[in-house]
Antibody
Framework: EVQLVESGGGLVQPGGSLRLSCAASGLTFSSYWMSWVRQAPGKGLEWVANINQDGGEKYYVDSVKGRFTIYRDNAKNSVYLQMTSLRAEDTAVYYC?????????WGQGILVTVSS | QSVLTQPPSVSAAPGQKVTISCSGSGSNIGNNYVSWYQQLPGTAPKLLIYDNNKRPSGIPDRFSGSKSGTSATLGITGLQTGDEADYYCGTWDSSLSVVVFGGGTKLTVL
């Protein structure tokens, strides 16, 4: 059974930084694209970024380009989302998901709140 | 404003059939595969359909997907109260180089 477990969320002030982690198990992690998808309170899904198997190819939604960085460590079966210059509109539940453009497996989600 | 357009809500009686539409353009649905997700209240989304019409293992055949041109449709037959959830379509947009989702459709089983 595939398990994706996010960590690293919490409350951060506007302009601050946070790093989300996603630990994967039950799959050959290095064989799959991975993605981050977020959901603002009461809103729909918004894809944030994805990364290919070796980390050499990455894509981002325009609203986070230059502020967020996705990367992975295949030796640790983990994918990360480094978030800087955080804004109130980044407040959301962030999901780690397996796949490049459709998502077979999802984590439980982690809440990031950007507020002073 | 989502790139993909879904109706905000649909409803039907238990045992009936419902369809949820997802409208896009040539750069997304028109040239890429569509997926569908079910999100029950307070839980993570769950993949229902991928590659337009394929079901992951464990998804009952009450759920079906189709695509025609720049639109896609999710069908659910034999509605159950447990199907009450938000449903999202998604696909890759080749012009934007991003994954796009519909705004979501809330299904009510009356």
């Amino acid at each position: 059974e595939v398990q994706l477990v996010e960590s690293g969320g919490g409350l951060v002030q506007p302009g601050g930084s946070l790093r989300l982690s996603c630990a994967a198990s039950g799959l050959t992690f290095s064989s799959y694209w991975m993605s981050w998808v977020r959901q603002a309170p009461g809103k729909g899904l918004e894809w944030v970024a994805n990364i290919n198997q070796d980390g050499g190819e990455k894509y981002y939604v325009d609203s986070v380009k230059g502020r967020f960085t996705i990367y992975r460590d295949n030796a640790k079966n983990s994918v990360y989302l480094q978030m800087t210059s955080l804004r109130a509109e980044d407040t959301a539940v962030y999901y780690c998901a397996r796949g490049p453009s459709y998502f077979h497996d999802w984590g439980q989600g982690i809440l990031v709140t950007v507020s002073s | 404003q989502s790139v993909l357009t879904q109706p905000p809500s649909v409803s039907a009686a238990p045992g009936q059939k419902v369809t949820i539409s997802c409208s896009g353009s040539g750069s997304n649905i028109g040239n890429n595969y569509v997926s569908w997700y079910q999100q029950l209240p307070g839980t993570a989304p769950k993949l229902l359909i991928y590659d337009n019409n394929k079901r992951p293992s464990g998804i009952p055949d009450r759920f079906s997907g189709s695509k025609s041109g720049t639109s896609a449709t999710l069908g659910i037959t034999g509605l159950q109260t447990g199907d009450e959830a938000d449903y999202y379509c998604g696909t890759w947009d080749s012009s934007l180089s991003v994954v796009v989702f519909g705004g979501g459709t809330k299904l009510t089983v009356l």
